[in-house]
């Protein structure tokens, strides 16, 4: 499975933004898709993912009422809206996958840079 993202940048805290990825190759497998984040100096997180057949979502507790987290099976892509961004959303964000089976995320795209500024 390949994962691209796009959509990050920079805004200020109170803005949005939308991210997106496609899926390609293998998408047959898939179970989940998601995204994860990585800060300076911090560990990588998961933030959201959404099951690609029943829809069922996560979201860590830092973003929930903030980010929503939809796909388009057809368009194989997948989409996270962040709202009301704080200074510490900034991170690297990683589109992910899992297939059936699969506890963790085992495909990662190449990271898009979300920086939020005061």
């Known amino acids: 499975v390949q994962l691209v993202e796009s959509g990050g940048g920079s805004v200020q805290a109170g803005d949005s933004l939308r991210l997106s990825c496609a899926a390609s190759?293998?998408?047959?497998?898939?179970?989940?898709l998601g995204w994860s984040r990585q800060a300076p100096g911090k560990e990588r997180e998961n933030v959201a993912e959404?099951?690609?057949?029943?829809?069922?979502?996560y979201f860590v507790d830092s973003v929930k009422g903030r980010f929503t987290i939809s796909r388009d099976n057809g368009k194989k892509t997948v989409y996270l809206q962040m709202n009301s961004l704080k200074v510490e959303d900034t991170a690297v964000y990683y589109c992910?996958?899992?297939?059936?089976?699969?506890?963790?995320?085992?495909?990662w795209g190449q990271g898009t840079q979300v920086t939020v500024s005061s």
């Open positions: 190759g293998d998408t047959g497998s898939l179970y989940a």
């Open positions: 992910a996958s899992r297939g059936y089976g699969d506890g963790t995320f085992v495909y």
């Open positions: 959404v099951t690609w057949g029943g829809g069922t979502t």
